[in-house]
C-alpha cells in the first residue's frame, strides 16, 4: 500500500522558517518525481515544487528563492524547506507522487504564517 505521511507544519511568525517533512512507503521512492502542492484557504490548488528521480528540481515563482526541496532516497523522505515565509504562505501543504499529474497524495500539513 502506497502512503505518503506529511509533517512539520505548524504556526510560524512571517519571515521564520519550517521544514516540512513526507515520509513515504510501498513503492519504490527513488523512481519517482515528487512535487509539494498547496491549498490556501478558499483557493484552488497550487503546484510549489517538484524534484526529479535524477534530484533536479524546479519551483513556482511564488516561491522560488525561498522554498527548497529535497529528498533523501535512503530513508524514503521528501523535504520542503521553508525561508523567509509571508502571510500569503499559509495553507495546507500536500506531498504527491509525480508531475504533472498525481496519482498519490498524503493527508496534508497545516501552516500558517501570521504575527
Known amino acids: 500500500e502506497v502512503q505518503l505521511v506529511e509533517s512539520g507544519g505548524g504556526l510560524v511568525q512571517p519571515g521564520g522558517s519550517l521544514r516540512l517533512s513526507c515520509a513515504t512507503s510501498?513503492?519504490?521512492?527513488?523512481?519517482?518525481?515528487m512535487s509539494w502542492v498547496r491549498q490556501a484557504p478558499e483557493k484552488g490548488l497550487e503546484w510549489i515544487s517538484v524534484i526529479n528521480n535524477d534530484h533536479s528540481t524546479n519551483y513556482a515563482d511564488s516561491v522560488k528563492g525561498r522554498f527548497t526541496i529535497s529528498r533523501d532516497n535512503a530513508k524514503n523522505t521528501l523535504y520542503l524547506q521553508m525561508n523567509s515565509l509571508k502571510p500569503e504562505d499559509t495553507a495546507v501543504y500536500y506531498c504527491a507522487r509525480g508531475i504533472p499529474s498525481y496519482d498519490y497524495w498524503g493527508q496534508g500539513t497545516q501552516v500558517t504564517v501570521s504575527s
Open positions: 510501498g513503492f519504490t521512492f527513488s523512481g519517482y518525481a
